[in-house]
């Protein structure tokens, strides 16, 4: 059974930085897709950036480049998402998922399994 917890979460202000962690279990992820996505109150679910577990390719959505940088350390199982420049529209439940492919896909529906999420609030 695949587990995924996040972790990391919190309250920041503007310009600052957070780490949050999505620890894998249940599998062997190197066929997988991991995907990032948040979702603030009253909006949909949204891609934030993902990455093919094996090849390590990367996507991110246009509002988080060059702030926000996906990785995995495959020893640990783990995917982070180290977040920078923080700003108040960053605002949201952040939700680690994988995908049963190699393909990292931008829908939320193309993913098969969802962690709990995490809190990240950014204050102006």
């Known amino acids: 059974q695949v587990q995924l917890v996040e972790s990391g979460g919190g309250l920041v202000q503007a310009g600052g930085s957070l780490r949050l962690s999505c620890a894998a279990s249940g599998r062997t992820f190197t066929s997988y897709a991991m995907g990032w996505f948040r979702q603030a109150p009253g909006k949909e679910r949204e891609f934030v950036a993902g990455i093919e577990w ?17 990785s ?3 020893a640990k199982n783990t995917v982070y998402l180290q977040m920078n420049s923080l700003k108040p529209e960053d605002t949201a439940i952040y939700y680690c998922a994988a995908r049963r492919s190699v393909v990292v896909v931008t829908s ?3 993913y098969d399994y969802w962690g ?3 809190q990240v609030t950014v204050s102006s």
Not at 59 to 66: P, R
């Open 72 to 74: 995995r350390d495959n």
């Open 54 to 70: 094996s090849a390590g390719t990367t996507y991110y959505v246009d509002s988080v480049k060059g702030r926000f940088t996906i």
């Open 108 to 110: 939320s529906m193309g």
């Open 116 to 118: 709990q999420g995490t």
